[in-house]
């Protein structure tokens, strides 16, 4: 028998999954990396942690599926996305690997949307943002130029790691799409707003689409990961798309929520629609003719770690969190909180942005601040949720992802501030799956995405319905929550 293997390379962690050919779980491993902040608002990875961190979680996965690597067809990727690896003219990492939590580029953004003008809205159909590769570069030419002219190459996360594997330098749409830099009209790179902010088109490597082959694994690699030479290797997706594939939503109108470290609600459809003000992205689907329209926010699950990490000091896992949010009033009688621990992208671009808790009183204990974080984190997508309308985007049905897909507490949440029915899937690890559903169309198994899709993803039989007196609860704290953030919008840059 012949498996797959999806290596999903997160902001804190790889894991690698292998599956067989119907989709089912064999084996799984794990290695992880920590963030560097040299300077404050910095966020900084080496890349050699994240090749070995990916050997690790290749030789778990290996040994507890019991099998060997010469019996891993294939091999697909999912990706923190917006990341830049920057490399030289020998394919060696010039600087660290700037991810999506730096705000270093922050004070340039209105700077690039002047330059940008009308292209943004023609071709990028996105803003820039800190954090993302094309402002990051912006930054450094800016800033460190000795640097920037060491720069040969260009790509996110996974496409490093593809690289050291198959030693293929290329990307695909979907993280293409993320760099800021791509006409996600047309799916292409865009060279009139690279030719405006004055960065080198020649930077940017080959484009492909999500499910195509790069290569097969290289004898070095081999060495290094146990794996065969005659394993395939396909480009992958960003960790959005990923997950939206490995959920199953891939249909005009389903529309995901997804809370992991950062928090994202995306809504498939069948053209390139966008928010004039672009509060919300629009990226490139892993299914060509179809796009994912998203709230990508920075902060999700993130706040729920600090709290209970550097503030409760608490070592409970994060199902007791949930299940003692859950035994107090929705609400949280009156307490509110804004989650912008790291800046915010979504729905207000704010790199100055702060959390902040309100409504605090002495009735307000222990469970009343759990249960505002994680409202605060549902508020701040339903502020995105009205973005989407304004759009008119098709939205029919939800299915709910990453760690607040587990929670009891945070699905009924979800479903009384959206107030739309909750549905989950039995897909446990949706990005790594989403990328061994690449490989194996990659490896001809599917004749497509939509095909591979209806075979290997199921809907749980439970949904969670919306209580319809929360859900009126939530709309009046939701006029507050909205208010108390354009309260506060002008006092960030204020905060020293």
Same mark, same amino acid.
């Given at each position: 028998?012949?498996?797959?293997?999806?290596?999903?390379?997160?902001?804190?962690?790889?894991?690698?999954?292998?599956?067989?050919?119907?989709?089912?779980?064999?084996?799984?491993?794990?290695?992880?990396?920590?963030?560097?902040?040299?300077?404050?608002?910095?966020?900084?990875?080496?890349?050699?942690?994240?090749?070995?961190?990916? =050997?690790?979680?290749?030789?778990?996965?290996?040994?507890?599926?019991?099998?060997? &690597?010469?019996?891993?067809?294939?091999? %697909?990727?999912?990706?923190?996305?917006?990341?830049?690896?920057?490399?030289?003219?020998?394919?060696?990492?010039?600087?660290?690997?700037?991810?999506?939590?730096?705000?270093?580029?922050?004070?340039?953004?209105?700077?690039?949307?002047?330059?940008?003008?009308? @292209?943004?809205?023609?071709?990028?159909?996105?803003?820039?943002?800190?954090?993302?590769?094309?402002?990051?570069?912006?930054?450094?030419?800016?800033?460190?130029?000795? !640097?920037?002219?060491?720069?040969?190459?260009?790509?996110?996360?996974?496409?490093?790691?593809? *690289?050291?594997?198959?030693?293929?330098?290329?990307?695909?749409?979907?993280?293409?799409?993320?760099?800021?830099? *791509?006409?996600?009209?047309?799916?292409?790179?865009?060279?009139?707003?690279?030719?405006?902010?004055?960065?080198?088109?020649?930077?940017?490597?080959?484009?492909?689409?999500?499910?195509? =082959?790069?290569?097969?694994?290289?004898?070095?690699?081999?060495?290094?990961?146990?794996?065969?030479?005659?394993?395939? =290797? @396909? +480009?992958?997706?960003?960790?959005?798309?990923?997950?939206?594939? &490995?959920?199953?939503?891939?249909?005009?109108? @389903?529309?995901?929520?997804?809370?992991?470290?950062?928090?994202?609600?995306?809504?498939?459809?069948?053209?390139?629609?966008?928010?004039?003000?672009?509060?919300?992205?629009?990226?490139?689907?892993?299914?060509?003719?179809?796009?994912?329209?998203?709230?990508?926010?920075?902060?999700? &699950?993130?706040?729920?770690?600090?709290?209970?990490?550097?503030? !409760?000091?608490?070592?409970?896992? *994060?199902?007791?969190?949930?299940?003692?949010?859950?035994?107090?009033?929705? &609400?949280?009688?009156?307490?509110?909180?804004?989650?912008?621990?790291?800046?915010?992208?979504?729905?207000?671009?704010?790199?100055?942005?702060?959390?902040? +808790? *309100?409504? !605090?009183?002495?009735?307000?204990?222990?469970?009343?601040?759990?249960?505002?974080?994680?409202?605060?984190?549902?508020?701040?997508?339903?502020?995105?949720?009205?973005?989407?309308?304004?759009?008119?985007?098709?939205?029919?049905?939800?299915?709910?992802?990453?760690?607040?897909?587990?929670?009891?507490?945070?699905?009924?949440?979800?479903?009384?501030?959206?107030?739309?029915?909750?549905?989950?899937?039995?897909?446990?690890?949706?990005?790594?799956? %989403?990328?061994?559903?690449?490989?194996?169309?990659?490896?001809?198994?599917?004749?497509?995405?939509?095909?591979?899709?209806?075979?290997?993803?199921?809907?749980?039989?439970?949904?969670?319905?919306?209580?319809?007196?929360?859900?009126?609860? +939530?709309?009046?704290?939701?006029?507050?929550?909205?208010?108390? !953030?354009?309260?506060?919008?002008?006092? +960030?840059?204020?905060? @020293?």
């Amino acid at each position: 028998m012949k498996y797959v293997m999806g290596i999903d390379l997160g902001t804190s962690s790889t894991k690698a999954l292998i599956e067989d050919e119907s989709g089912r779980p064999m084996g799984s491993g794990s290695g992880s990396y920590g963030i560097s902040i040299p300077v404050m608002s910095y966020a900084e990875q080496d890349p050699r942690e994240y090749w070995q961190a990916v =050997v690790t979680a290749i030789g778990g996965a290996l040994k507890e599926a019991g099998i060997s &690597g010469g019996e891993i067809a294939g091999i %697909g990727f999912s990706g923190q996305m917006h990341g830049m690896v920057a490399l030289d003219e020998n394919k060696e990492p010039v600087c660290p690997a700037i991810i999506h939590l730096d705000q270093r580029s922050g004070s340039l953004l209105e700077k690039m949307r002047e330059l940008g003008g009308d @292209v943004l809205e023609r071709e990028v159909l996105n803003q820039p943002c800190a954090g993302m590769i094309i402002s990051t570069l912006f930054w450094i030419r800016e800033n460190e130029p000795a !640097l920037y002219e060491k720069i040969r190459y260009v790509m996110s996360v996974k496409d490093y790691i593809r *690289f050291r594997l198959c030693g293929e330098l290329g990307t695909e749409c979907s993280d293409a799409a993320a760099t800021l830099a *791509f006409s996600v009209r047309n799916r292409q790179w865009c060279g009139e707003w690279m030719d405006r902010l004055g960065i080198r088109r020649d930077i940017w490597v080959p484009v492909h689409e999500s499910y195509e =082959v790069a290569g097969t694994i290289t004898p070095e690699a081999a060495a290094e990961t146990g794996l065969s030479t005659q394993t395939v =290797v @396909v +480009y992958g997706a960003g960790d959005s798309l990923a997950a939206l594939t &490995g959920n199953g939503v891939v249909e005009k109108g @389903v529309m995901a929520c997804n809370i992991g470290t950062s928090s994202q609600l995306a809504v498939i459809a069948d053209r390139p629609i966008f928010d004039p003000q672009m509060r919300v992205q629009t990226w490139c689907h892993t299914v060509p003719g179809r796009w994912a329209v998203q709230a990508g926010t920075l902060n999700g &699950g993130s706040t729920l770690s600090w709290l209970r990490n550097k503030v !409760l000091k608490d070592t409970r896992p *994060f199902a007791e969190l949930d299940r003692e949010a859950g035994m107090t009033p929705a &609400g949280a009688e009156g307490l509110y909180f804004i989650p912008y621990l790291a800046g915010e992208r979504t729905p207000y671009n704010e790199p100055q942005a702060k959390g902040t +808790y *309100f409504g !605090l009183g002495m009735k307000h204990e222990q469970g009343h601040i759990i249960r505002a974080t994680m409202e605060g984190i549902l508020l701040n997508l339903n502020e995105c949720v009205g973005i989407l309308d304004e759009m008119k985007a098709e939205r029919s049905m939800l299915i709910s992802s990453g760690g607040a897909a587990r929670g009891v507490t945070w699905k009924q949440i979800q479903a009384d501030v959206l107030d739309m029915p909750v549905h989950t899937t039995k897909v446990k690890e949706e990005a790594c799956h %989403g990328a061994c559903i690449l490989a194996a169309v990659g490896l001809g198994w599917y004749a497509d995405i939509r095909e591979a899709c209806q075979d290997t993803v199921q809907l749980d039989e439970h949904v969670t319905e919306p209580i319809r007196e929360h859900v009126k609860l +939530y709309a009046e704290k939701q006029a507050v929550y909205h208010d108390l !953030l354009m309260s506060v919008r002008d006092m +960030y840059s204020r905060i @020293v």
